[in-house]
């Protein structure tokens, strides 16, 4: 079948500096050929907008790929298949899968994955009950597993990955200390999502905060944001401690990325600094969602997202919101496909 609507893709312009918007992206019009034997078409609704793109964006090597100029950028979408020329998959089914930020994909079904609407929204397909909540599940439960009476600190605690590790702290019983950026993130996340305490790090005194906040040490550090935050913290691992690293967000944007000097406190507490990568969970990503299933019906568990409304065109705009902290949640560019 041939097409007269024509896509948009979004492709990398330059290496960024600092922080990214819209300057380091364009938008190029092509046309959508037609379909081969086994292909389907996906309407795209929504886009993941991932603080890690501006990690392989950088010129280095420091993750498993990396978008160079001149490549489309890569990025989650969720959407509707509109053309199928594949057997497993139907025109009206929601799908999502890492396709690239664009209007509409083409996919031979690999690494699709089917969003069941009645289990979360389609948004939360890409955020909580996607590769954001994913992550937040097996770092708490296979890589930290809390005990009521340990303390963990989550910092990056209001993005779309801490807003879900400290639900799932919460749920394994330990006492949760988070930290991010303003008043109101910080009120947000005990109101709303259960933190025992939240401490913005925009306030001169918050290290003195973390350390009343825990008296008896921090069993875990859920590391997102790395940098200074992280090294303060450090100075309060508890005895045989993990430091779990899943981000380094404050140094994606640094000329040169900084370690911390408090390291030194690790020796001290028997503790370790471990990394983590959710895809190594990819076969376990079935039971984790069952179980989150379960919490969500319950009211337990929510699915925090904050969409901006826009076209292909606006995501650098959205990708520099994301990294000015306009987020509580997973931040997500949802497009006119998906409708009002
Ligand atoms: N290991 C894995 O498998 C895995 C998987 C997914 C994501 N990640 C990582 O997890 C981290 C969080 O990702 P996410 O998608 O959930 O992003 P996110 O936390 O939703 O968004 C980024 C947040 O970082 C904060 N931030 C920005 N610049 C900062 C700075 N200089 N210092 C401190 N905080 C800053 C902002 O919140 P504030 O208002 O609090 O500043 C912003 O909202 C990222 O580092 C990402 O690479 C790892």
Avoid at 8 to 37: C, H, M, N, W
Avoid at 201 to 222: C, G, M, N, S
Avoid at 304 to 320: I, R, S
Wanted: charged share 25%; aromatic share 10%.
């Amino acid at each position: 079948m041939s097409n007269e609507r024509s896509n948009q893709q979004l492709f990398l312009a330059r290496v960024p500096e600092g922080i990214s918007g819209p300057q380091d992206f364009a938008v190029r019009e092509a046309p959508i050929p037609t379909l081969k034997e086994g292909q389907l078409l996906i309407e795209s609704h929504y886009v993941g907008v991932d603080a890690a793109l501006r990690l392989i964006t950088r010129d280095s090597d420091e993750f498993l790929f990396r978008v160079r100029p001149g490549d489309m950028v890569r990025g989650s979408i969720a959407g509707r298949v509109i053309e199928s020329n594949n057997p497993s998959f139907r025109v009206g089914e929601f799908v999502n899968g890492s396709l690239g930020v664009q209007r509409y994909a083409i996919s031979d079904g690999a690494g699709l994955e089917r969003c069941d609407l009645q289990l979360a929204p389609l948004g939360s397909w890409l955020g909580g009950f996607g590769v954001s909540g994913l992550t937040a599940y097996f770092a708490i439960f296979d890589a930290c597993k809390p005990q009521p009476g340990q303390t963990i600190l989550i910092n990056g605690a209001a993005g779309a990955v801490g807003s879900m590790a400290g639900q799932f702290a919460k749920l394994a019983g330990a006492k949760v200390i988070g930290i991010t950026g303003g008043p109101e993130k910080c009120k947000w996340l005990v109101d709303e999502l259960g933190y025992d305490v939240a401490i913005d790090y925009r306030q001169k005194d918050w290290y003195q905060r973390l350390v009343e906040a825990a008296p008896d040490r921090l069993d875990f550090i859920f590391d997102n944001v790395g940098g200074d935050i992280l090294d303060q913290s450090l100075k309060l691992i508890g005895m045989n401690g993990i430091v779990l690293m899943c981000g380094s967000t404050s140094q994606y944007t640094a000329e040169d990325m900084k370690g911390p000097a408090n390291y030194i406190w690790l020796g001290t507490m028997r503790a370790r600094i471990q990394g983590f990568v959710v895809f190594d969970y990819a076969h376990r990503y079935g039971e984790a969602r069952k179980r989150m299933a379960k919490w969500i019906a319950s009211g337990e568990l929510k699915l925090p997202e904050h969409a901006e409304k826009g076209d292909v065109g606006d995501f650098g705009a959205v990708f520099e919101k994301l990294y000015r902290g306009a987020n509580r949640g997973k931040m997500l560019l949802k497009l006119p496909a998906a409708g009002s």
